[in-house]
């Protein structure tokens, strides 16, 4: 019987930004037999969550990455024997990922060659010294030098998990100490082993010390992109929010005729999410720079409308933005059919990296939890972010054709508009908020 082809797994390259990825879940065991393009293993990046499918039909033989441990895009992370007579070739986990993760390609001997501390110490020299774009920000932020942080990828470089590690076991994060001084001593025992992780694990955490009744958890590598983006936005603009009440009737009557008939012709849900993203379109093609950003000392506006919806994940612990393309070429069915299609493929993890990519103006939408009021924080390098409230029945006043005033029962809902004051000014963001407004009351099926 003819020998299996072993197959090499790599972390996927998830955009051009990303340059590591994170193995959070293996989802064959090794031994067990998986088919081509079948779901292999999930990971994280800072952009998206997904599956990576199988590269080739066989069995998995080897996981070189273990569950947790973050990479750079190209390293092999398991091996598959492809074909017939597939077999096993590593029945077990190994231990210590450091020296698999850090030189995956190399021949049978390597394993020699690697537990040479000299030509480790050479190659850490020539490799410690490049870091990743995101790697560089974090150290920038915290006022870290990065030679003083041990680094678990190849050939000791420092990743993005070596460097939250670091912050979070409160070691020093003073600027780099000149070449001509000693180190400072909490430093010595760090630097004097990069490669292991150990020393760092050594000073206690402060998120460990735990009072009776608390409990602990590592934030996810979601999440933690999460904190960062949220804090640089706030870091980088100036945000100011301005609500508007709007009168749903209309909208109410019309979603209440419509439904039924996009459900049962067309397969889609006709949420009021849909409506009002589409009403929100209209209007910002009317007030460009709501949809617009300032890139150095320019303002940038386009001509199309990439709207990004915010979608909660993991009961609210997590959330992606996948972004609907060429918005204002959308009519309502073509808006409702994007919203669903991005939604179930943003909580079943199928999204690709150019779904969460380009968005131009972000619509999120915590009415759907019962909330009546927000002010959300703008998704750089974005202007503005528009919160979606609650529709709640309200006591109101209304006007009958001969001026008199009367108090009816409407559907309310409140509108939040985020933006940038550094761009939009309140007599720019609250005529667009009055056109949305406008749009919504007096709803024109014919436009739409």
């Not at 082809?5 to 994170?22: F, Y």
């Not at 480790?120 to 920000?137: I, N, Q």
């Not at 100490?177 to 760090?190: F, G, R, Y």
């Not at 000392?297 to 933005?321: C, F």
Request: one cysteine or more.
């Amino acid at each position: 019987m003819a020998a299996g082809t072993a197959v090499e797994v790599v972390m996927p390259q998830m955009g051009v930004s990303v340059s590591e990825g994170t193995v959070t879940q293996w989802l064959k065991a090794i031994g067990e037999t998986v088919a081509p393009d079948e779901p292999l293993l999930e990971i994280s990046t800072d952009k998206v969550d997904t599956e990576v499918p199988s590269p080739a039909g066989g069995v998995l033989s080897e996981i070189l990455v273990a569950e947790g441990e973050t990479v750079e895009v190209g390293t092999v992370i398991g091996t598959l024997q492809a074909g017939e007579g597939a077999a096993v070739a590593a029945p077990a986990v190994p231990t210590d990922p450091e020296p698999t993760v850090a030189a995956p390609n190399e021949p049978p001997a390597a394993p020699a060659v690697e537990a040479t501390p000299a030509a480790k110490a050479g190659t850490d020299d020539e490799r410690r010294s490049f870091v990743s774009p995101v790697v560089a920000r974090i150290a920038a932020e915290h006022s870290i030098n990065v030679s003083t942080v041990p680094g678990t990828g190849r050939g000791g470089r420092v990743t993005k998990k070596d460097i939250l590690a670091f912050i979070e076991s409160g070691a020093p994060t003073a600027p780099a100490t000149p070449a001509s001084a000693p180190p400072p001593a909490a430093a010595t025992p760090v630097a004097a082993t990069p490669d292991a992780p150990k020393p760092v694990q050594k000073s206690p955490e402060p998120a460990q010390e735990l009072a009776p009744g608390e409990h602990s958890e590592r934030l996810s590598v979601m999440r933690r992109a999460i904190s960062e983006h949220m804090r640089h936005s706030l870091e980088v603009s100036a945000p100011v929010t301005t609500a508007f009440e709007i009168d749903m009737s209309r909208v109410v009557a019309i979603r209440e005729r419509l439904k039924g008939e996009y459900a049962e012709q067309h397969g889609v849900r006709l949420t009021y999410l849909a409506l009002i993203t589409r009403a929100a379109v209209d209007a910002v093609t009317q007030w460009p720079w709501i949809n617009g950003e300032i890139r150095g000392n320019q303002i940038i506006t386009r001509s199309y409308i990439n709207v990004g919806i915010a979608v909660a994940l993991d009961d609210g612990k997590g959330l992606i933005v996948p972004v609907i393309k060429n918005a204002e070429e959308k009519n309502l069915l073509g808006i409702a059919r994007a919203i669903d299609d991005l939604a179930d493929r943003a909580r079943n993890k199928k999204l690709s990296p150019d779904d969460v990519q380009g968005g131009t103006f972000t619509i999120t939408n915590p009415g759907g939890f019962g909330a009546i009021f927000g002010t959300p924080i703008i998704n750089q390098p974005q202007s503005a972010i528009l919160d979606v409230e609650a529709i709640v029945k309200r006591p109101w006043v209304v006007n009958d054709e001969n001026g008199n005033d009367s108090i009816a029962i409407k559907p309310m809902m409140n509108l939040c508009l985020t933006y940038d004051h550094r761009l939009i000014d309140g007599a720019y963001a609250a005529p667009f908020m009055r056109d949305l407004r406008t749009n919504l009351e007096t709803w024109d099926e014919s436009r739409y």
